[in-house]
Nanobody, 121 residues
Framework: QVQLVESGGGMVQPGKSLSLSCAASGFLFSNWHMMWVRQAPGKGPEWVST???????YYSDSVKGRFTITRDNAKNALYLQMSDLKAEDTALYYC???????????????WGHGTQVTVSS
């Protein structure tokens, strides 16, 4: 059974850093491109970052220079290191398996359960 379990969310002050993790199981992790998706209250899902199965990375303009996506295939894990956090980064963050192109948010069934990130003073 495919599982994606995010962790590491919490409340942080603007300008601070936070790291998220995603533990994958039930599929051959190293054979999949992965992405991070976020969804703020009342908003649609937003693509945040992608890492290809080969390790190439891509970022949305809103997070470029502040976030870093990495993967550890030996641990079946995906990570998102976030720095200089802003109020607009507040959202539920999900890791997801990519089933379309590298920048298309897949159907919700391909996401994990999510972890909340709240940036507030």
């Amino acid at each position: 059974q495919v599982q994606l379990v995010e962790s590491g969310g919490g409340m942080v002050q603007p300008g601070k850093s936070l790291s998220l993790s995603c533990a994958a199981s039930g599929f051959l992790f190293s054979n999949w491109h992965m992405m991070w998706v976020r969804q703020a209250p009342g908003k649609g899902p937003e693509w945040v970052s992608t890492i290809s199965l080969g390790g190439n990375t891509y970022y949305s303009d809103s997070v470029k220079g502040r976030f870093t996506i990495t993967r550890d295939n030996a641990k079946n894990a995906l990570y998102l290191q976030m720095s200089d956090l802003k109020a607009e980064d507040t959202a539920l963050y999900y890791c997801a398996r990519i089933v379309g192109d590298l920048f298309t948010v897949p159907r919700r069934i391909f996401w994990g359960h999510g972890t909340q990130v709240t940036v507030s003073s």
